[in-house]
């Protein structure tokens, strides 16, 4: 049977809800926006000790969930031996793509060419590979980073759906990852090609990338986008993008080029720069 919350989320105009949301959010009203962050931090408990500006000090509710941290409050592990985690967040599912196929949840998956937007040739590149899928929870740091280095080759702004995507909507909701709304980057670099794809939820009002700012979401149309080699070159850790308002990142690596840590598990926290693999051909550069 399914559960309220799953029926209202079928039932709710997703980027309705979410544009609504996205006015409030980025309201510079001084009152307004301070009441917001006050309410957000008691309610999720978020750790203020950790950012870069006072309440105030942020221009609006957006700005303030897209905050900065303090300088070293995410120290990042030996990315020539490791990949590192791109986002503050708890590990949904992490494993191998078998036939296309990327573990959801209980017995749900997706594949990987639905992932990025019905790219075949993209997603069989990623054939036995590894992918880890993480979960960014209100209370967390927004920003998202860079797994490791890499050049950008290309982006595909992917049309869907706005669930939620939490645990309970993953373990109910079909398809999810390639089912929402969400950006999809790859790259290249010493460890091969990589994705990593930024999906879009519930109430997310929008995705910025720092090569082109603001990504015009909720929109019907599949855009794709190539770059020249090297325009836009990062190193491990470095900043990629970030979320207004919630969501997932899902990482793809190619065959031979990951080995997670085997400690790590669906549900168990990371941090942004923890090493959660070991790079298979360190080697090839940092």
Known sequence: MTSPFIWLQH????HLVSRGAGKIASSESVWLKNLLIRRFIDAYDVDMGEAARRVEDFKSFNDFFTRELKPGARPLADSRTHILSPADGAVSQ??????DRIFQA???HFTATQLLGGDAGAAERFEGGSFATIYLSPRDYHRVHM????SLASTAYVPGDLFS???VT????DG????NERLACLFTGPDGVFASVMV?????????TVWSGLVETHHPRLVRESFEPGAHAFGAGDEMGRFILGSTVVLLFEPGRVEWDAGLKAGDAVRMGQAIGRRLQPNAGA
């Open 11 to 14: 039932a709710l105009p997703h």
């Open 94 to 99: 992490i494993g191998r793509i078998d036939e």
């Open 106 to 108: 209980k017995g749900r």
């Open 147 to 150: 797994p490791a280095a890499g």
């Open 165 to 167: 995507v939490n645990q």
């Open 170 to 173: 993953a373990e109910n909701v």
């Open 176 to 179: 999810l990852f390639a089912r």
């Open 200 to 208: 879009g939820a519930m109430i997310v009002a929008g995705i910025e």
